[in-house]
Structure formats: structure tokens, C-alpha cells
């Protein structure tokens, strides 16, 4: 079993939908919990840090369940610009030895 | 863009032989993190260098090996390079260990 799991999608949307995406990661000790975002052929970038209090950013919300082991991300009114892979990433103490899931591919439609 | 590069940008090698792939890290960084990306899979982690030493390694073999120099740039070296370790080579540093990653644009390894 993987340590990070994703659905791989693609997930197909138009724009000014809401998409959302989950992972679940089988590591309970796990301390730090992220999105990454990755554009085709790029290097991953960091979207958000996930909080247990849960935490917006724009159009962006991220959430965490510890109990479920259960981490989420919302997109709202998405834009052709969300189009991409999104990557759901658990580490121990701080960014220490990322584990990344095989991540989420986004694409927005007109 | 990040300041942090890489070289070369794609390789191509045949089996069993080795490879030397190169990292310079963003200014003030002192942690150089190395992944694999397989295609369609995200990042495995492959270790990491922290002030010139080996801080924590991935599942990889020992013909996975690195190193990190004064000023803190890094190599990694693959030896016997086999089918399967095509892939996209990531670096990333940090300002310390436990501080955000910042990622290299890659390097591309074609095995054949």
C-alpha cells in the first residue's frame, strides 16, 4: 500500500466550477501535511501547508482530518490557469523527507 | 524562479553505465534534497544533505549515492544504471532542514 494515495483523475471541469480533491496517507506519525502543484514537465511548487484548523488561501481550502488520516483540497471558480497536477504531501518534522503522492490531474475547460 | 539549478537538463545512457547528475542550490541554502519522478508517479524521496552530510535516504539502493560540497551544492551518482531508472531528477534546497524545499527544474534521464 502506497504511504500517500490519490485518486490520479483526470478530473475534467469546466471553468467557475468546484473541484475537490482527497488523499489519505497511512503514516500516523506524520507531523506536516502540504499541496504541491506541478505544471507539465515542471518542477513541483508548493500551493499550501495544511492545518488541522483548516486553511484558505484565495480560492483555495485546504483541510485535515487526523483521526481519518484524511486530507482534502478545494478548489472554487477555477480558472484555465488551475489546469495541472496536484500533488498531496506529508512529511515528518517540517519539510523533512517529503512524501508525495502520485498526484491529481487537474484540467479547466472554457 | 526558484535559484535553484540544475545540469544537465536531459541525459541519455545506455545500461550499466553511470551517471553524475549536478545541483546548485539557492543562496544561504545549507540542505539539498534529491528525488526520483517516475512518469505519471509524484517525487520518492532519495536522501538528503544537510551541511555536507548524508541526513536521511529513501528505499533506493547504494548505487544511489551523493554527495554535497562546501558550498553546498550536491551530486548525485547513479552507478549500473538499469531500465527503470529513467526518469525526471529533481533537487531541491532549503534554508535549513526543516524549512521549505525549493525545486530544481529537473534533469531528464533516459536509460535505454
Known amino acids: 500500500r502506497k504511504e500517500v494515495e490519490q485518486d490520479p483523475g483526470p478530473f475534467n471541469v469546466p471553468e467557475g466550477a468546484t473541484v475537490a480533491f482527497n488523499c489519505t496517507y497511512s503514516?500516523?506519525?506524520?507531523?506536516?501535511f502540504f499541496w504541491y502543484r506541478q505544471d507539465c514537465r515542471k518542477e513541483p511548487k508548493l500551493l499550501m501547508s495544511?492545518?488541522?484548523s483548516g486553511n484558505e488561501d484565495g480560492r483555495f481550502t485546504a483541510q485535515l482530518n487526523r483521526a481519518s488520516q484524511y486530507i482534502s483540497l478545494l478548489i472554487r471558480d477555477s480558472k484555465l490557469s488551475d489546469s495541472a497536477t496536484y500533488l498531496c504531501?506529508?512529511?515528518?518534522?517540517?519539510?523533512?523527507?517529503?512524501?508525495f503522492g502520485t498526484g491529481t490531474r487537474l484540467l479547466v475547460s472554457p | 524562479e526558484t535559484g535553484v539549478t540544475q545540469s544537465p537538463t536531459h541525459l541519455i545512457k545506455t545500461r550499466g553505465q553511470q551517471v553524475t547528475l549536478r545541483c546548485s542550490s539557492q543562496?544561504?541554502?545549507?540542505?539539498v534534497s534529491w528525488y526520483q519522478q517516475a512518469l505519471g508517479q509524484g517525487p520518492q524521496f532519495i536522501f538528503q544533505?544537510?551541511?555536507?552530510?548524508?541526513?536521511g535516504r529513501g528505499n533506493f539502493p547504494p548505487r544511489f549515492s551523493g554527495l554535497q560540497f562546501p558550498n553546498y551544492s550536491s551530486e548525485l551518482n547513479v552507478n549500473a544504471l538499469e531500465l527503470d531508472d529513467s526518469a525526471l531528477y529533481l533537487c531541491?534546497?532549503?534554508?535549513?532542514?526543516?524549512?521549505?524545499?525549493?525545486f530544481g527544474p529537473g534533469t531528464r534521464l533516459t536509460v535505454l
Open positions: 495544511v492545518y488541522s
Open positions: 503514516n500516523s506519525a506524520s507531523q506536516s
Open positions: 504531501v506529508v512529511a515528518g518534522t517540517g519539510f523533512q523527507k517529503l512524501v
Open positions: 531541491a534546497s532549503s534554508l535549513d532542514r526543516h524549512n521549505e524545499q525549493f
Open positions: 543562496s544561504g541554502h545549507n540542505t
Open positions: 544533505y544537510y551541511r555536507e552530510e548524508e541526513n
